[in-house]
């Protein structure tokens, strides 16, 4: 499996971006792709994740609200969907996707996922 992330920039504070990831390759209804991120200095965390097939999602408290991961099939990509931005939110951004079924519980690992997107810079100013 190939991702290839897209959409990150620069944004004021308040404001919206959406990253893609399209993937490709094998591929599988059975897939979970997530959205992970890393500012510098700081551990890579999870964003946000969606089990293809179901369509259910899991959201980092942090983001909850004001993200959301849509997919579109058609096009095997996955979006994630920024809104009311914080600076805080300033990090490089990783797609990842596994064709592992994953528990719900399990959606938030890093180590659950088997492939990696490259990074895409969001900066947040203030």
């Known amino acids: 499996v190939q991702l290839q992330a897209s959409g990150g920039g620069l944004v004021q504070a308040g404001g919206s971006l959406r990253l893609s990831c399209a993937a490709s390759g094998r591929t599988s209804s059975r897939y979970v792709m997530g959205w992970f991120r890393q500012a510098p200095g700081k551990e890579r965390e999870f964003v946000a994740a969606i089990r293809w097939s179901a369509g259910d999602t899991r959201y980092a408290d942090s983001v909850r609200g004001r993200f959301t991961i849509p997919r579109d099939g058609a096009k095997n990509t996955v979006y994630l969907q920024m809104n009311v931005l914080k600076p805080e939110d300033t990090a490089t951004y990783y797609c990842?996707?596994?064709?592992?079924?994953?528990?719900?519980?399990?959606?938030?690992?890093?180590?659950?996922?088997?492939?990696w997107g490259q990074g895409t810079l969001v900066t947040v100013s203030s």
């Open positions: 990842a996707a596994t064709l592992r079924h994953l528990i719900f519980s399990s959606l938030g690992g890093a180590e659950n996922y088997d492939y």
